[in-house]
Protein backbone atom coordinates (compact mmCIF):
# COMPACT_ATOMS: atom_id res chain seq x y z
CA UNK A 1 0.00 0.00 0.00
CA UNK A 2 1.63 3.35 -0.99
CA UNK A 3 1.45 5.91 1.88
CA UNK A 4 3.64 8.93 2.54
CA UNK A 5 6.95 9.33 4.30
CA UNK A 6 5.37 11.08 7.03
CA UNK A 7 3.47 7.99 8.02
CA UNK A 8 6.04 5.65 7.65
CA UNK A 9 8.44 7.63 10.04
CA UNK A 10 6.15 8.98 12.61
CA UNK A 11 5.27 5.48 13.08
CA UNK A 12 9.19 4.64 13.51
CA UNK A 13 9.87 8.35 15.35
CA UNK A 14 6.87 7.42 17.74
CA UNK A 15 8.19 3.51 18.53
CA UNK A 16 11.99 3.94 18.59
CA UNK A 17 12.72 2.08 14.95
CA UNK A 18 14.20 2.85 11.76
CA UNK A 19 12.78 2.12 7.86
CA UNK A 20 15.39 1.37 5.57
CA UNK A 21 15.21 3.65 2.37
CA UNK A 22 16.82 1.79 -0.38
CA UNK A 23 18.03 3.59 -3.77
CA UNK A 24 16.13 1.70 -6.52
CA UNK A 25 17.54 2.51 -10.26
CA UNK A 26 15.70 -0.72 -12.13
CA UNK A 27 12.79 -3.08 -12.02
CA UNK A 28 14.78 -6.15 -10.10
CA UNK A 29 15.97 -3.36 -7.35
CA UNK A 30 12.09 -3.00 -6.67
CA UNK A 31 11.00 -6.05 -6.86
CA UNK A 32 14.13 -7.26 -4.48
CA UNK A 33 12.96 -4.55 -2.34
CA UNK A 34 9.57 -5.22 -2.39
CA UNK A 35 9.83 -8.59 -1.48
CA UNK A 36 12.39 -8.69 1.38
CA UNK A 37 9.53 -6.30 2.71
CA UNK A 38 6.91 -8.67 2.52
CA UNK A 39 8.93 -11.42 3.67
CA UNK A 40 9.61 -9.46 6.89
CA UNK A 41 7.14 -7.33 7.36
CA UNK A 42 8.66 -4.40 6.87
CA UNK A 43 7.43 -1.08 6.19
CA UNK A 44 10.01 0.25 3.33
CA UNK A 45 10.51 3.41 1.78
CA UNK A 46 12.13 2.62 -2.38
CA UNK A 47 13.58 6.60 -3.19
CA UNK A 48 15.08 7.39 -6.42
CA UNK A 49 18.20 10.05 -6.60
CA UNK A 50 18.39 12.60 -9.86
CA UNK A 51 20.46 9.99 -11.46
CA UNK A 52 17.96 7.11 -11.26
CA UNK A 53 15.62 9.79 -12.69
CA UNK A 54 18.21 10.22 -15.45
CA UNK A 55 18.65 6.54 -16.48
CA UNK A 56 14.77 5.28 -16.36
CA UNK A 57 13.08 8.21 -16.31
CA UNK A 58 10.54 9.78 -13.92
CA UNK A 59 7.21 7.83 -15.28
CA UNK A 60 9.09 4.55 -15.27
CA UNK A 61 10.18 4.84 -11.47
CA UNK A 62 7.24 5.93 -10.54
CA UNK A 63 5.00 2.99 -12.31
CA UNK A 64 7.57 0.38 -10.93
CA UNK A 65 7.26 1.66 -7.25
CA UNK A 66 3.30 2.14 -7.47
CA UNK A 67 3.07 -1.42 -8.93
CA UNK A 68 5.13 -2.34 -5.76
CA UNK A 69 3.25 -1.06 -3.60
CA UNK A 70 -0.65 -1.29 -4.95
CA UNK A 71 -0.06 -5.09 -4.64
CA UNK A 72 1.58 -5.23 -1.37
CA UNK A 73 0.05 -5.15 2.23
CA UNK A 74 3.18 -3.45 3.49
CA UNK A 75 3.03 0.47 4.02
CA UNK A 76 5.97 1.68 0.94
CA UNK A 77 6.42 5.24 0.47
CA UNK A 78 7.94 6.65 -2.95
CA UNK A 79 10.74 9.44 -2.25
CA UNK A 80 12.74 11.43 -4.37
CA UNK A 81 16.41 11.12 -2.60
CA UNK A 82 18.84 14.57 -3.16
CA UNK A 83 16.70 16.93 -5.02
CA UNK A 84 18.01 19.58 -5.64
CA UNK A 85 15.67 21.17 -8.55
CA UNK A 86 12.43 22.94 -7.89
CA UNK A 87 10.85 22.08 -11.25
CA UNK A 88 12.17 18.51 -10.55
CA UNK A 89 10.55 17.83 -7.20
CA UNK A 90 7.21 19.24 -9.12
CA UNK A 91 7.95 16.55 -11.86
CA UNK A 92 7.77 13.94 -8.95
CA UNK A 93 5.03 15.11 -7.07
CA UNK A 94 2.66 15.21 -10.26
CA UNK A 95 4.36 11.53 -10.70
CA UNK A 96 2.86 10.61 -7.63
CA UNK A 97 6.07 10.51 -5.17
CA UNK A 98 4.75 10.57 -1.73
CA UNK A 99 7.66 12.09 -0.06
CA UNK A 100 10.45 13.97 -1.53
CA UNK A 101 13.79 15.52 0.02
CA UNK A 102 15.42 19.22 -0.77
CA UNK A 103 19.04 19.15 -0.23
CA UNK A 104 20.00 22.31 0.24
CA UNK A 105 22.67 21.59 2.28
CA UNK A 106 25.74 23.36 0.59
CA UNK A 107 24.16 26.65 1.10
CA UNK A 108 24.59 28.93 3.88
CA UNK A 109 21.94 28.33 7.07
CA UNK A 110 19.55 31.28 5.75
CA UNK A 111 19.73 29.76 2.09
CA UNK A 112 18.74 26.64 3.23
CA UNK A 113 16.26 27.79 5.21
CA UNK A 114 14.38 29.84 2.25
CA UNK A 115 14.58 26.46 -0.24
CA UNK A 116 13.24 24.13 1.95
CA UNK A 117 10.58 26.76 3.32
CA UNK A 118 9.06 26.88 -0.04
CA UNK A 119 9.61 23.34 -1.35
CA UNK A 120 7.61 22.17 2.03
CA UNK A 121 4.93 24.48 1.01
CA UNK A 122 3.91 23.22 -2.13
CA UNK A 123 5.09 19.64 -1.32
CA UNK A 124 2.47 19.80 1.65
CA UNK A 125 -0.31 21.59 -0.32
CA UNK A 126 0.03 18.24 -2.28
CA UNK A 127 0.09 16.05 0.28
CA UNK A 128 3.53 14.87 0.04
CA UNK A 129 6.14 14.77 2.86
CA UNK A 130 9.28 16.61 3.27
CA UNK A 131 12.86 15.44 3.87
CA UNK A 132 15.62 18.14 4.15
CA UNK A 133 19.28 18.30 5.53
CA UNK A 134 21.71 20.51 7.53
CA UNK A 135 25.74 19.73 7.60
CA UNK A 136 27.45 18.02 4.96
CA UNK A 137 27.94 14.48 4.65
CA UNK A 138 29.93 14.20 2.05
CA UNK A 139 31.36 11.31 0.03
CA UNK A 140 33.85 8.33 1.19
CA UNK A 141 36.44 9.62 -1.80
CA UNK A 142 36.54 13.58 0.10
CA UNK A 143 39.96 13.78 2.13
CA UNK A 144 39.55 15.19 4.53
CA UNK A 145 41.17 15.78 8.07
CA UNK A 146 39.27 14.89 11.22
CA UNK A 147 38.61 18.28 12.55
CA UNK A 148 37.06 19.51 9.00
CA UNK A 149 35.16 16.50 9.23
CA UNK A 150 34.13 17.64 12.77
CA UNK A 151 33.26 20.77 11.43
CA UNK A 152 31.42 19.75 8.82
CA UNK A 153 28.93 17.76 11.27
CA UNK A 154 25.02 19.26 12.01
CA UNK A 155 25.10 21.98 14.25
CA UNK A 156 22.21 21.46 16.99
CA UNK A 157 21.45 25.05 17.08
CA UNK A 158 20.88 25.38 12.91
CA UNK A 159 18.61 22.34 12.72
CA UNK A 160 16.52 24.03 15.55
CA UNK A 161 16.01 26.98 13.40
CA UNK A 162 15.84 24.72 10.42
CA UNK A 163 12.77 22.50 11.44
CA UNK A 164 11.21 25.84 13.00
CA UNK A 165 11.19 28.00 10.22
CA UNK A 166 10.48 25.25 7.41
CA UNK A 167 7.92 22.51 8.92
CA UNK A 168 9.91 19.88 7.53
CA UNK A 169 8.79 16.41 8.03
CA UNK A 170 12.41 14.84 8.70
CA UNK A 171 15.60 15.92 8.57
CA UNK A 172 18.92 14.51 7.65
CA UNK A 173 21.95 14.93 9.73
CA UNK A 174 25.81 15.13 9.04
CA UNK A 175 26.92 12.88 12.21
CA UNK A 176 30.16 10.96 10.74
CA UNK A 177 28.96 8.79 7.64
CA UNK A 178 29.77 9.20 4.14
CA UNK A 179 28.20 8.17 0.20
CA UNK A 180 29.82 5.21 -0.79
CA UNK A 181 32.32 2.70 0.52
CA UNK A 182 34.23 3.78 3.39
CA UNK A 183 38.21 3.73 3.22
CA UNK A 184 38.17 2.91 7.04
CA UNK A 185 35.75 1.95 9.98
CA UNK A 186 33.61 5.00 10.20
CA UNK A 187 33.28 6.93 13.32
CA UNK A 188 29.62 8.40 14.64
CA UNK A 189 29.15 10.85 16.99
CA UNK A 190 26.30 9.18 18.56
CA UNK A 191 26.72 12.10 21.44
CA UNK A 192 25.30 14.51 18.58
CA UNK A 193 22.61 11.93 17.26
CA UNK A 194 21.49 12.34 21.06
CA UNK A 195 21.34 15.58 21.59
CA UNK A 196 19.44 16.94 18.52
CA UNK A 197 16.90 14.17 18.78
CA UNK A 198 16.08 15.71 22.07
CA UNK A 199 16.23 19.04 20.59
CA UNK A 200 13.80 18.48 17.60
CA UNK A 201 11.90 15.63 18.79
CA UNK A 202 11.05 14.22 15.01
CA UNK A 203 12.27 11.49 12.73
CA UNK A 204 16.31 11.90 11.94
CA UNK A 205 17.76 10.96 8.60
CA UNK A 206 21.27 8.81 8.27
CA UNK A 207 22.60 8.75 4.84
CA UNK A 208 25.85 6.47 3.53
CA UNK A 209 24.88 3.83 5.72
CA UNK A 210 26.22 1.08 3.90
CA UNK A 211 29.32 -0.01 5.33
CA UNK A 212 28.39 1.11 8.36
CA UNK A 213 28.76 -1.95 11.29
CA UNK A 214 25.65 -3.26 12.73
CA UNK A 215 26.51 -2.27 16.03
CA UNK A 216 26.75 1.48 15.00
CA UNK A 217 23.82 1.11 12.86
CA UNK A 218 21.88 -0.27 15.95
CA UNK A 219 23.34 2.37 17.87
CA UNK A 220 21.95 5.02 16.06
CA UNK A 221 18.31 3.72 15.92
CA UNK A 222 18.49 3.85 19.58
CA UNK A 223 19.69 7.43 19.54
CA UNK A 224 16.66 8.41 17.12
CA UNK A 225 17.67 7.84 13.66
CA UNK A 226 14.74 6.49 11.60
CA UNK A 227 15.65 6.31 8.10
CA UNK A 228 18.46 4.67 7.16
CA UNK A 229 19.60 5.42 3.27
CA UNK A 230 20.90 2.21 1.76
CA UNK A 231 22.12 2.36 -1.96
CA UNK A 232 26.20 0.97 -2.12
CA UNK A 233 25.56 -2.18 -0.28
CA UNK A 234 23.02 -3.41 -2.80
CA UNK A 235 24.89 -2.11 -5.55
CA UNK A 236 27.57 -4.71 -4.27
CA UNK A 237 25.55 -7.46 -3.63
CA UNK A 238 24.20 -7.29 -7.38
CA UNK A 239 28.16 -6.97 -8.85
CA UNK A 240 28.83 -9.50 -7.16
CA UNK A 241 26.32 -12.09 -8.01
CA UNK A 242 26.39 -11.19 -11.79
CA UNK A 243 30.46 -11.73 -11.63
CA UNK A 244 30.02 -14.89 -9.89
CA UNK A 245 27.02 -16.18 -12.31
CA UNK A 246 29.18 -14.72 -15.99
CA UNK A 247 32.39 -16.67 -14.12
CA UNK A 248 30.57 -19.58 -13.66
CA UNK A 249 28.36 -19.57 -16.72
CA UNK A 250 30.98 -17.53 -19.48
CA UNK A 251 28.11 -18.71 -22.62
CA UNK A 252 25.03 -17.57 -20.48
CA UNK A 253 23.18 -15.00 -22.26
CA UNK A 254 19.49 -14.59 -21.53
CA UNK A 255 19.25 -11.78 -19.10
CA UNK A 256 16.86 -13.27 -17.12
CA UNK A 257 19.30 -15.85 -16.11
CA UNK A 258 22.35 -13.69 -15.42
CA UNK A 259 20.17 -10.79 -13.28
CA UNK A 260 17.54 -13.06 -11.68
CA UNK A 261 20.79 -14.63 -9.28
CA UNK A 262 21.77 -10.89 -8.43
CA UNK A 263 17.92 -9.87 -7.89
CA UNK A 264 17.78 -12.34 -5.09
CA UNK A 265 21.04 -11.59 -3.68
CA UNK A 266 19.96 -8.12 -3.35
CA UNK A 267 17.04 -9.42 -1.72
CA UNK A 268 19.12 -11.13 1.51
CA UNK A 269 20.96 -8.22 1.78
CA UNK A 270 17.88 -5.78 2.18
CA UNK A 271 16.26 -8.61 4.53
CA UNK A 272 19.32 -8.08 7.02
CA UNK A 273 19.24 -4.93 7.22
CA UNK A 274 15.54 -4.12 7.75
CA UNK A 275 15.80 -6.55 10.96
CA UNK A 276 19.26 -4.85 11.84
CA UNK A 277 17.33 -1.25 11.48
CA UNK A 278 14.06 -2.74 13.87
CA UNK A 279 11.58 -2.42 10.94
CA UNK A 280 11.01 -6.30 10.44
CA UNK A 281 7.86 -7.46 11.88
CA UNK A 282 6.53 -3.21 12.08
CA UNK A 283 4.50 -3.37 9.02
O1 LIG B 1 23.24 9.59 -2.33
C1 LIG B 1 23.46 9.13 -3.43
C2 LIG B 1 22.82 7.82 -3.80
O2 LIG B 1 23.67 6.77 -3.46
C3 LIG B 1 22.44 7.83 -5.25
O3 LIG B 1 23.55 7.75 -6.07
O4 LIG B 1 23.33 9.68 -7.61
O5 LIG B 1 24.67 7.66 -8.25
O6 LIG B 1 22.16 7.54 -8.15
P1 LIG B 1 23.42 8.19 -7.61
P1 LIG C 1 25.31 4.64 0.60
O1 LIG C 1 25.50 4.45 -0.87
O2 LIG C 1 26.57 4.87 1.33
O3 LIG C 1 24.47 3.55 1.16
O4 LIG C 1 24.45 6.00 0.78
C1 LIG C 1 23.14 6.05 0.26
C2 LIG C 1 22.48 7.36 0.49
O5 LIG C 1 22.74 8.07 1.44
C3 LIG C 1 21.43 7.76 -0.47
O6 LIG C 1 20.91 9.02 -0.18
ZN1 LIG D 1 22.34 10.38 0.63
NA1 LIG E 1 28.48 4.57 2.84
Known sequence: MLVTGKQILDHAHENNYAVGAFNVNNMEQVQAIIQAAEETQSPVIMQASQGALKYAGVEYISAMVKTAAENSSVPVALHLDHGTDFKQIVKCIRNGFTSVMIDASKMPLEGNIDTTKKIVEIAHAAGVSVEAEIGKIGGTEDDITVDERDATFTDPEEAVKLVNETGLDSLAIAVGTAHGVYKGEPKLDFDRIVTIKEKLNIPLVLHGSSGVPEES????????INKINIDT??????????????????????????????????KEVIKEKMTMFGSAGKA
Open 217 to 224: IKKAVERG
Open 233 to 266: DIRMAFNEAIRDFVKNDPDAYDPRKIVGPARDAM
